[in-house]
Nanobody, 130 residues
Framework: QVQLTESGGGSVQAGGSLRLSCTASRYGDSTDCMGWFRQAPGKEREVVATLYTGGGQTYYLNSVKGRFTISQDSAKNAVDLQMNSLNVDDSAMYYC???????????????????????WGQGTQVTVSS
């Protein structure tokens, strides 16, 4: 069992920044897929960014490329999402997800489908005002 706890959400004006952190309850075995997803009211949950801890492969949703950065903080057993230049379309509940014990080839990335991930945090709200 893996428990994930998100933190760092809040309210910010457009153009501002937030840093989300996802802390796992156990030490990673360095072959995990970690993902940040978001869901706005009335919309489906969508992937924002993924990170493979075994090789560092990342993925970003097109609309956040160049603005968001996913990274691993091994000392804290956490995966962070730095969000810059936020806009109102980024407002949503943000969820951290994990799937441990994954083997990926170097040119592959973690899956983008929410249902593939078995472990989820409770979510943290991000609200961006204009």
């Amino acid at each position: 069992q893996v428990q994930l706890t998100e933190s760092g959400g809040g309210s910010v004006q457009a153009g501002g920044s937030l840093r989300l952190s996802c802390t796992a309850s156990r030490y990673g075995d360095s072959t995990d897929c970690m993902g940040w997803f978001r869901q706005a009211p009335g919309k489906e949950r969508e992937v924002v960014a993924t990170l493979y801890t075994g090789g560092g492969q990342t993925y970003y949703l097109n609309s956040v490329k160049g603005r968001f950065t996913i990274s691993q903080d091994s000392a804290k057993n956490a995966v962070d999402l730095q969000m810059n230049s936020l806009n109102v379309d980024d407002s949503a509940m943000y969820y951290c997800a994990a799937q441990p014990g994954v083997k990926l080839y170097p040119n592959n990335r973690c899956p983008l489908t929410p249902s593939w991930y078995n472990y989820w945090g409770q979510g943290t709200q991000v609200t961006v005002s204009s």
